[in-house]
């Protein structure tokens, strides 16, 4: 039965801040957790095996996402399968998730701050490079400044750059500056 999969999914859109799915069911086997301002993670939990460690994605910037990475990997030995896999996650990166009541909207700020939206229409859709695209998605390229960290969709940040004359390109990759803090920024083009 799929009993222990609906108690999981159920525990993160219970205990934590989804932000995707929008409208999050029983059914979607993937949750994006905000962990805290611009930086998320995704969670892919096995249907099969709900309890067991699921494919984890940090996304965000690398100076606030690498700690956490490292906590995770060395913390995986104490995944303990008899529970569930927020608490886990809580306990190896000992954080607590914030829950979407605790805190307003603006206060993770995950818009892109190019188009300050959250989610692209499909008509913007990026290709993820898995022949999946983005329609819909949120912003899945960060600012690598500790400092600033702000979000953006990939295809935002791409047409941004290529309209600075100061951008430069080598084959799939732009290299420009963050529109914020001036910082430098490397995007891939190959599926855009």
Not at 130 to 135: D, L, R
Not at 145 to 151: F, I, K, L, T, V
Not at 157 to 174: D, G, M, Y
């Amino acid at each position: 039965t799929f009993h222990d999969f609906w108690r999981v999914v159920e525990d993160f859109d219970k205990n934590t801040y989804v932000l995707e799915p929008a409208n999050p069911s029983r059914s979607s086997t993937c949750r994006r957790v905000v962990l805290q301002r611009h930086c998320s993670i995704q969670v892919d939990i096995d249907p099969l095996r709900p309890l067991a460690l699921c494919e984890i994605r940090f996304l965000g910037s690398d100076s606030v996402t690498g700690p956490l990475i490292a906590k995770l990997n060395s913390g995986l030995g104490d995944w303990k399968s008899d529970a569930l896999p927020r608490e886990n996650l809580e306990n190896i990166l000992e954080i607590k998730f914030p829950a979407a009541e605790e805190k307003e909207t603006t206060d993770f700020d995950m818009e892109c701050g190019i188009c300050y939206s959250y989610r692209l229409d499909s008509s913007d859709s990026v290709d993820d490079g898995a022949g999946k695209g983005n329609a819909g998605g949120g912003p899945d390229r960060m600012c690598d400044n500790a400092n600033c960290g702000r979000p953006f969709h990939r295809s935002c940040l791409v047409e941004w750059l290529r309209s600075i004359p100061t951008t430069t390109q080598s084959f799939h990759t732009l290299l420009g500056k963050c529109p914020y803090c001036q910082s430098s920024i490397v995007v891939d083009t190959s599926n855009i």
